[in-house]
């Protein structure tokens, strides 16, 4: 097997389950997440020796399906059939889920982009604030900002369906 | 950095507030600090947990096969995704318990994990895409029949080889080509199975069929090298 090969085994071992993660919650859709994280390989592949060292892929690796992500939208489209958010929200949601992780999921949905990707790469990825800031070419503070922000409006909307499930109760 | 900075960061990332506690700055805390980092805690455990969503099982091996289609020069050719996860395990298997066994006892025991493969799926892999992997392995095999419904790398005799399935007289034939050497041609056999086994060059071919007569026909195309 050649160094190549081997170098790219370990990488789609090391990082396939993050990348997937994180493209999911950046399209929330499994089937393209699954399609995003196989074209992010795809060009990894083709450019594999631009790959400096291996501290390197997993943000050289984020960035690729952030662009790939980003490709899509300019790419001509098939006819879509639109699924809602409770579908997919069923579909992430298996049997073993508490209600409160459901509820959580539920509210990650909800968060704009801005919110959600920087709070997803930091948590799935463990992404400092500055690797966020530089794959995201925004300023450091903007990122923290809105990581902040990102847990102050979950910890919102899960009160607030706290509050609600517990008026239907009561 | 300055207070206000720290104070940005440490709210950007709870956790990290949490992890460079020392013991010292932890005895510091006030109930109420306590109470907040407590909280805080408790809510990135919850975050973690549902942001960490199921992962398709197999989607390593579905990548890692699409490139070997792609560029099958480079990678060995899989025929089946579904085959993959059972070939993964049955490597494990092999490889803790190969020691003790033959390598046609090895042989054998792939055949019957991995049935599915005999089945005619009615598509054929490009004889030419396999045998560029085989070279790959330091064999060559220029008598390899063309009716290939299987290819694909394993680990067999804990050595890199090779499992393919050649279609013989509309039989299912299996060829493992392992770097594992033998020192003499043998035959062998169970229940169901016949086989024959020879050493080559850099390893040995060993074939596995339901018919004696499919086994020699093929050995007769192979074993030129």
Known sequence: ?170 | MDELEKKRRELASPSNEIHNLNEADFNDLSEKDLERMSVNYKFEKQLEEAITIEVPENLADKILLNQATQHPGNFFLYKSTLSIAASVALMIFIFLGMQAEKLTDIALAHVYHELDHLVETGSTINADHVRANIKQLGFDLPGLPQNISYAGKCTIGNKQGMHIVVRVNNNPVTLFISSDRVDDKNNFNDNRFNGKIYPTKNGSIIIIGESVQDIEDVYGQTKTI
């Open chain 1, 1 to 170: 097997m050649s160094t190549k090969i081997r170098q790219y085994e370990n990488l789609v071992r090391s990082f396939y389950k993050p990348l997937y993660r994180y493209a999911f919650w950046s399209c929330k859709n499994k089937q393209v997440a699954e399609d995003l994280v196989q074209e992010t390989f795809t060009r990894a592949w083709k450019n594999l020796n631009q790959l400096k060292s291996l501290d390197a892929a997993k943000p050289w690796l984020f960035t690729i399906l952030n662009r790939e992500n980003a490709r899509r939208f300019t790419r001509k489209q098939l006819p879509m059939i639109e699924l809602s958010e409770e579908w997919n929200l069923q579909h992430i949601a298996d049997k073993n889920n508490e209600i409160d992780k459901i509820a959580l999921q539920r509210a990650i949905m909800k968060l704009s982009d801005e919110y959600r990707e920087p709070l997803v790469l930091q948590i799935i990825a463990g992404f400092s604030t500055d690797e966020i800031a530089k794959m995201m070419s925004l300023n450091s503070n903007t990122v923290s900002t809105r990581l902040f922000r990102a847990r102050a409006e979950l910890k919102k909307m899960m009160f607030s369906a706290n509050v609600k499930v517990g008026e239907k109760n009561g």
